[in-house]
């Protein structure tokens, strides 16, 4: 049976290195996405992500809550219709506010715990002050898997672009000194946040769909010949470096070591309109998977 195509629009993407998708564009040719060096302007703060939300609910939101909010407003929910469901893919969700209430009820021994933060630490809270100030009733689904939410991504858009092909989807982790405790794993988190839609292909000839998926690396580098341009993740873009003839890009320089970078990544070819096909390839728990791309 022929692949249907998938397509994917009305793309925003935030962080504190990353302006416009123009500004993505000019990273491009400048280079910067060919190397794994971080932005130089990546940080821990994201300057104005308040400024234009006209509710007094925004003083209880988080840095997560605003991010998504203005990824979905200016992205993936601006063309926004009655019956298009919101996914949301949060690796950490809620984090710093669930660091507080921990750092409350240590200081405090439970006595001084502010009842606001309790309804401000769930996983969907994002997209439930989204919904509440633009007073939308649209189906929300939020899914936080920790490092294996990447994967959660791919298996659910599998099994979506089949059901319903028309869905918007939300993406982003906020800073929580919270990380700073971790110990087995040795993570460069910065703040970031996408939301896009996605719809069946009006040209059956682009769009994307996921191809393959493998249980070795051999498998991989089978794969990529046929391909004009690769997008990968860290790991795997330093083992293919000079040994493939595809355009090699990485997503790192504005990502870092997310573990949902592979929604971002995906959206990269169609960011930067790359003429041709294109591989993007991630990996998870020990396993490989690659979404062919024709834009």
């Not at 580098?221 to 040994?243: C, G, Q, R, T």
């Amino acid at each position: 049976m022929k692949q249907k195509f998938t397509y994917i629009k009305d793309i925003h993407f935030i962080n504190s290195a990353v302006s416009s998708l123009e500004n993505i564009k000019e990273m491009y040719r400048s280079g910067v996405f060919s190397r794994t060096e971080l932005s130089e302007n990546l940080s821990q703060e994201i300057r104005g992500l308040s400024d234009s939300i006209k509710s007094p609910l925004k003083r209880r939101m988080s840095q997560l809550s605003l991010g998504i909010f203005q990824a979905l407003q200016n992205g993936g929910a601006k063309n926004l219709q009655e019956n298009d469901e919101m996914y949301l893919f949060t690796s950490f969700a809620e984090i710093d506010t669930s660091n507080k209430i921990i750092a409350d009820l240590e200081l405090s021994n439970s006595t001084l715990v502010s009842p606001v933060l309790f309804h401000n630490s769930v996983h969907n809270t994002p997209l439930g002050y989204y919904t509440i100030i633009n007073k939308l009733h649209n189906y929300c689904l939020a899914v936080s898997d920790g490092i294996n939410t990447g994967k959660s991504f791919v298996d659910l858009i599998k099994f979506l672009v089949k059901v319903n092909p028309q869905f918007i989807i939300a993406a982003g982790d906020e800073y929580s000194s919270f990380y700073d405790l971790e110990v087995k794993y040795n993570y460069r988190l910065f703040p970031h946040f996408i939301s896009y839609k996605i719809e069946r292909s009006e040209n059956e000839q682009t769009g994307f769909f996921l191809k393959l998926e493998w249980e070795t690396w051999q498998n991989v580098i089978d794969s990529i010949p046929e391909y004009n341009y690769v997008i990968a993740d860290k790991e795997s873009f330093i083992k293919l470096k000079d040994k493939i003839k595809a355009e090699l890009l990485t997503d790192y320089p504005i990502v870092a070591d997310s573990p949902i970078s592979i929604i971002t990544r995906l959206a990269l070819p169609f960011i930067l309109e790359l003429s041709g096909k294109t591989a993007v390839i991630g990996q998870c728990d020990g396993k490989y998977f690659l979404f062919e791309v024709v834009v």
